[in-house]
């Protein structure tokens, strides 16, 4: 088993973290301040995890222990209670942050992904398998609890989003919980004609409309999609594009949970996990016709609607790390951190693309930024428009002009926010009411509180 040093649980939640990361192979050591933990650390070499439940306290012991070991990978668990924390956490320098209740295999998986940026080896595009449900914002925590429900029962599962709000990524989340099997992933509307037929069953219906299979169960060979997924999982995405015939076949299969194979004509039990990722149009599809009605309700058990990257805002500091961090490993690139002011701008940008988007920028952003650590708000103004446009170098007015319009308009967003009350939006932003105060008087941000109904 691996060690990881612990800074600062409480004692009381000791013996069911220990229990949790146990399950990952990972062993506990225990610290109680940045001395002990640099003890420690001297006598042998390990990853940290920062617990955060102590607030300012427990930042500074992870800054003083990022000053003395800068080359320890260093992670946070903060309580999702106090989403703010995830900001203060990067900042401080830490690889990675995560939420309570702390989960043992992604823990192990960012120590196994630190541990190959460390190396320098450049990784080429992400591995899907290794992405992570960030999940500091309370709309993720509710996307969270339908993820460990859909993972203790077999039933189908929908999954509706827009592109890039980690539909597959939840899909994989399912599975991993589950443990068995593979993971097999078909996209309906990258085949044409009889091709979607011969991927998932390996073999075309016998007629057109596949009815014939009506009278006995599905056939299905050894070289299909279906069959690799047996035991496990089949994530479909497009199922809209998938041809009538398909979805015919599809769905009888469900509801067989039996099927000929192919290779030897015996009848074999065909258990196989169905989750669907399909975009906010899927049910208008199915009341159009478009979609077999015993299809839907199989793959419909369970829905789970994932939302825009722009409904989780607490949730960006940490995947903006993750995917900057990424990005850096497979260009063979030391890592680089963001800047206060430019975790701030990307948190209030729009990202119509979500997480698709946020990564192109910050593709961008390491492909010309200079040299040094910060990425700074310059860096990452130079690829976007406020007005959440495409990229612009011209018609913007100067780098002070468009800083002052940024900070204003998102001053102001902040506040409406939190109903106008200078406390919690001065806590939002990480800065003291006295230089809110003096911000808002700089910038021109008129102040009106709402009432509380």
């Given at each position: 088993?691996?060690?990881?040093?612990?800074?600062?649980?409480?004692?009381?939640?000791?013996?069911?973290?220990?229990?949790?990361?146990?399950?990952?192979?990972?062993?506990?050591?225990?610290?109680?301040?940045?001395?002990?933990?640099?003890?420690?650390?001297?006598?042998?070499?390990?990853?940290?995890?920062?617990d955060?439940?102590?607030g300012?306290?427990?930042?500074?012991?992870?800054?003083?222990l990022?000053?003395?070991?800068?080359?320890?990978?260093?992670?946070?668990?903060?309580?999702?209670?106090?989403?703010?924390?995830?900001?203060?956490?990067?900042?401080?320098?830490?690889?990675?942050?995560?939420?309570?209740?702390?989960?043992?295999?992604?823990?192990?998986?960012?120590?196994?992904?630190?541990?190959?940026?460390?190396?320098?080896?450049?990784?080429?595009?992400?591995?899907?398998?290794?992405?992570?449900?960030?999940?500091?914002?309370?709309?993720?925590?509710?996307?969270?609890?339908?993820?460990?429900?859909a993972?203790?029962?077999?039933?189908?599962?929908?999954?509706r989003?827009?592109?890039?709000?980690?539909?597959?990524?939840?899909?994989?989340?399912?599975?991993?919980?589950?443990?068995?099997?593979?993971?097999?992933?078909?996209?309906?509307?990258?085949?044409?004609?009889?091709?979607?037929?011969?991927?998932?069953?390996?073999?075309?219906?016998r007629?057109?409309?596949?009815?014939?299979?009506?009278?006995?169960?599905e056939?299905?060979?050894?070289?299909?999609?279906?069959?690799?997924?047996?035991?496990?999982?089949?994530?479909?995405?497009?199922?809209?594009?998938?041809?009538?015939?398909?979805?015919?076949?599809?769905?009888?299969?469900?509801?067989?949970?039996e099927a000929?194979?192919?290779?030897?004509?015996?009848?074999?039990?065909?258990?196989v996990?169905?989750?669907?990722?399909?975009?906010?149009?899927?049910?208008?599809?199915?009341?159009?016709?478009?979609?077999?009605?015993?299809?839907?309700?199989?793959?419909?058990?369970?829905?789970?609607?994932?939302?825009?990257?722009?409904?989780?805002?607490?949730?960006?500091?940490?995947l903006?790390?993750?995917?900057?961090?990424?990005?850096?490993?497979s260009?063979?690139?030391?890592?680089?951190?963001?800047?206060?002011?430019?975790?701030?701008?990307?948190?209030?940008?729009?990202w119509?693309?979500?997480?698709?988007?946020?990564?192109?920028?910050?593709?961008?952003?390491?492909?010309?930024?200079?040299?040094?650590?910060?990425?700074g708000?310059?860096?990452?103004?130079?690829?976007?428009?406020?007005?959440?446009?495409?990229?612009?170098?011209?018609?913007?007015?100067?780098?002070?002009?468009?800083?002052?319009?940024?900070?204003?308009?998102?001053?102001?967003d902040?506040?409406?926010?939190?109903?106008?009350?200078?406390?919690?939006?001065?806590?939002?932003?990480?800065?003291?009411?006295?230089?809110?105060?003096?911000?808002?008087?700089?910038?021109?941000?008129?102040?009106?509180?709402?009432?509380?109904?």
């Amino acid at each position: 088993m691996k060690s990881v040093l612990y800074l600062g649980c409480p004692a009381s939640d000791r013996a069911e973290t220990e229990k949790i990361l146990a399950t990952a192979d990972l062993t506990v050591v225990w610290a109680d301040g940045a001395a002990s933990a640099l003890s420690e650390l001297r006598r042998r070499e390990m990853p940290v995890l920062v617990d955060l439940s102590q607030g300012a306290s427990a930042l500074q012991m992870a800054r003083e222990l990022r000053t003395h070991r800068a080359r320890t990978p260093m992670f946070a668990v903060v309580d999702t209670r106090r989403p703010e924390l995830t900001t203060e956490a990067v900042l401080a320098g830490v690889a990675d942050v995560f939420p309570r209740p702390l989960g043992g295999r992604r823990v192990a998986n960012a120590i196994e992904r630190e541990t190959g940026y460390r190396s320098r080896q450049p990784r080429g595009a992400a591995d899907p398998s290794r992405d992570d449900l960030y999940s500091h914002s309370a709309v993720m925590r509710e996307v969270m609890t339908l993820v460990a429900r859909a993972a203790t029962v077999g039933v189908g599962v929908l999954i509706r989003g827009e592109e890039g709000t980690g539909r597959k990524v939840a899909a994989r989340a399912i599975h991993a919980a589950r443990g068995t099997g593979k993971f097999v992933s078909v996209d309906c509307a990258a085949f044409e004609g009889d091709q979607l037929d011969t991927e998932l069953f390996g073999t075309v219906a016998r007629s057109q409309n596949g009815d014939d299979s009506a009278r006995g169960f599905e056939r299905v060979s050894r070289s299909s999609r279906l069959h690799d997924a047996l035991g496990g999982t089949i994530y479909m995405q497009h199922v809209a594009d998938a041809p009538w015939r398909v979805q015919a076949r599809f769905a009888r299969l469900l509801r067989d949970r039996e099927a000929v194979l192919v290779e030897t004509g015996a009848t074999v039990g065909f258990e196989v996990r169905p989750i669907a990722g399909v975009d906010p149009g899927f049910h208008a599809a199915v009341q159009e016709g478009r979609v077999r009605e015993d299809l839907y309700r199989r793959l419909a058990v369970i829905q789970i609607d994932m939302p825009p990257l722009k409904s989780r805002r607490d949730d960006i500091p940490a995947l903006a790390n993750y995917f900057l961090r990424d990005i850096c490993a497979s260009l063979g690139l030391p890592s680089r951190t963001l800047s206060r002011p430019a975790l701030l701008l990307m948190a209030a940008l729009p990202w119509r693309g979500n997480a698709v988007e946020l990564r192109t920028l910050l593709e961008c952003v390491v492909s010309t930024a200079r040299s040094g650590r910060d990425v700074g708000i310059e860096e990452v103004l130079a690829h976007v428009r406020l007005d959440g446009g495409e990229v612009a170098h011209s018609g913007g007015g100067t780098l002070r002009q468009a800083r002052a319009r940024f900070e204003r308009e998102y001053i102001a967003d902040v506040l409406k926010q939190h109903r106008g009350r200078i406390s919690d939006a001065a806590v939002a932003l990480g800065i003291q009411r006295t230089n809110l105060y003096r911000k808002m008087r700089s910038l021109g941000v008129k102040h009106r509180r709402e009432a509380v109904s």
